[in-house]
Antibody, heavy 116, light 106 residues
Framework: EVQLVESGGGLVQPGGSLRLSCAAS????????MTWVRQAPGKGLEWVAS????????YYADSVKGRFTVSRDNSQSTLSLLMNIVRGEDTAVYYC?????????WGQGTLVTVSS | SYELTQPPSVSVSPGQTASITCSGD??????VCWYQQKPGQSPLLVIF???KRPSGIPERFSGSNSGNTATLTISGTQAVDEADYYC?????????FGGGTKLTVL
């Protein structure tokens, strides 16, 4: 059974940094693109970033490009999202998801709140 | 950037057929998938590659995609199907979501 467990969310001040993690199990992690998706309170889903199975070729939404960095550790089956220079509009539940043409498994999400 | 448009809300009576549309430029040339999201829960993939159902998704869920419009159809809608539904496509190495449709079963 595929399991994705996010962690690292919390309260962060505007301009600050935060690192999210996603622990994966139940599938061959290194063989799959992994994706971060966020959902602001009461709003829809927004793609954030994706990274290929080997860790190269990251792709970012324009709204986070240059501020967020997606990475992965295939030896630990872990996906990460480093969030820098955060803004109020980054407040959201952040989900990690498996694959990217269709997101067939999702974690439970971790809440990031950007506020002073 | 590519955009997908969904109606904000759709209402259906129990037992009837609900149709939720998703429109985008030449959408029929892309694969579309659909997610169901209930309050407080993570999204759940219900349709992928336009019309395929993942294991465990009831047969009453079906999909189609042609021209500029993809459609999620729920036949014999049940109260348990009340949720937000999002379409999604993949374009130029980006994941694109529609704005979501709230399905009300009343």
């Amino acid at each position: 059974e595929v399991q994705l467990v996010e962690s690292g969310g919390g309260l962060v001040q505007p301009g600050g940094s935060l690192r999210l993690s996603c622990a994966a199990s139940g599938f061959t992690f290194r063989s799959h693109v992994m994706t971060w998706v966020r959902q602001a309170p009461g709003k829809g889903l927004e793609w954030v970033a994706s990274i290929s199975g080997r860790g190269g070729n990251p792709y970012y939404a324009d709204s986070v490009k240059g501020r967020f960095t997606v990475s992965r550790d295939n030896s630990q089956s872990t996906l990460s999202l480093l969030m820098n220079i955060v803004r109020g509009e980054d407040t959201a539940v952040y989900y990690c998801a498996k694959d990217w043409q269709q997101l067939d498994s999702w974690g439970q999400g971790t809440l990031v709140t950007v506020s002073s | 950037s590519y955009e997908l448009t969904q109606p904000p809300s759709v209402s259906v009576s129990p037992g009837q057929t609900a149709s939720i549309t998703c429109s985008g430029d030449k959408l029929g040339d892309k694969y579309v998938c659909w997610y169901q999201q209930k309050p407080g829960q993570s999204p759940l993939l219900v349709i992928f590659q336009d019309k395929k159902r993942p294991s465990g998704i009831p047969e009453r869920f079906s999909g189609s995609n042609s021209g500029n419009t993809a459609t999620l159809t729920i036949s014999g809608t049940q109260a348990v199907d009340e949720a937000d539904y999002y379409c999604q496509a993949w374009d130029s190495s980006t994941v694109v979501f529609g704005g979501g449709t709230k399905l009300t079963v009343l």
